[in-house]
């Protein structure tokens, strides 16, 4: 399978981006699949989130400017199979600097292209700034997919209508023609609540197909998991965020593999292959055995 890059977006802040960044690629790798998450917020939320300190020189801000390359600054975490390009502050002189260069728009792209030719992963995930500056709109320019997090609450319904129209001016100007919304993640959901009912109704209406079915709850154990490092599925995998973000992933993974049964089911111009000849249909993710760790460790737990 070859890379996918996708940026998790949304230019308003608080709406459980960075959240949803960390532990959608925390279990992803519970369903095997080798992640690189890329921090690109000069806030450095998901380094810390994930336990790594904000060290100064190891973020991008040089492999955009061309000076280093971004193998060079992928660093493991203490989980097996997901890896990490951090960020520190200096990326917020990055706004000033890459706009000074030519191709300013196409820096995102230009450095994560070998790692993705190379195939070291499933995954690619960018956590953007909640801003619409010049990282953002790099990481737009530089990915296949968007996945937007949109809090429950009316406010966010705005935000989103401002990340859908950027999304059609990327494309339709040629910066990034292959563009897509890929879907919108529901989060902060409180179900006791009659204004999260009817946000979640009304994006449901005018987004139905687009819309994940995984409500990502409001938490209080997922609010704790960032300050110790952890994801929520090894700092609490039995909590409610825990699940949801399992459930998440496994409808994230289904989604692909629906479509690319779909791609792989169309008619093609030449001969029908033979029997012996024809793709094998695509798996379902398959789940690792659940374990369940008291301290960070090189594996996180799988629901059943």
């Known amino acids: 399978m070859k ?16 959240t949803t960044s960390i532990n959608l690629s925390a279990a992803l790798t519970a369903f095997r699949k080798k992640v690189l998450l890329l921090d690109l917020d000069p806030q ?8 790594l300190p904000k060290t100064e020189g190891a973020s991008i801000y040089e492999v ?29 002189g990055a706004e000033i600097d890459v706009a000074r260069g030519d191709r300013y728009l196409h820096r995102v792209r230009e450095a994560v292209r070998p790692v993705k030719e190379s195939n070291a992963y499933d995954f690619i995930l960018i956590d953007c700034p909640p801003s619409l500056g010049i990282l953002t709109m790099n990481a737009l320019a530089a990915v296949e997919e968007i996945v937007v997090p949109m809090q429950c609450e009316y406010y966010a319904l705005e935000g ?21 919304l890929e879907g919108i993640v529901m989060t902060m959901y409180d179900s006791r609540t009659n204004l999260a009912q009817q946000v979640v109704k009304e ?6 197909d687009q819309v994940y079915e995984t409500l990502i709850p409001r938490s209080v154990r997922l609010g704790e998991a960032p300050s110790h490092g952890r ?17 998440l992933a496994r409808e994230f ?27 094998a249909p695509t798996p379902t993710p398959d789940e690792e055995p659940p374990r369940q760790p008291s301290t960070p460790s090189t594996g996180l737990p799988e629901c059943d």
Do not use: C
Request: hydrophobic residues 40%; charged residues 20%; aromatic residues 4%.
């Open 231 to 247: 994801p929520i599925i090894d700092y609490d995998p039995s909590s409610t965020g825990a699940l949801a973000y399992r459930q």
């Open 44 to 51: 450095a939320n998901a380094t810390s989130g994930l336990g």
């Open 253 to 279: 993974l289904t989604r692909r593999n629906l479509r690319w049964q779909e791609e792989a089911a169309r008619p093609r111009p030449q001969r029908a292959a033979t029997a012996s000849q024809a793709p």
């Open 160 to 180: 989103l209508s401002v990340m859908l129209r950027l999304i059609d001016e990327l494309s339709s100007s040629g910066a990034n023609p292959h563009l897509r």
């Open 203 to 208: 994006v449901y209406e005018h987004f139905s």
């Open 64 to 92: 955009l400017l061309g000076n280093a390359t971004l193998d060079s600054k992928i660093l493991p975490t203490a989980y097996a199979r997901l890896d990490i390009v951090p960020a520190e502050v200096d990326l917020a």
């Open 3 to 18: 890379t996918h890059v996708v940026a998790l977006a949304n230019q308003k802040g608080g709406v459980g981006k960075t």
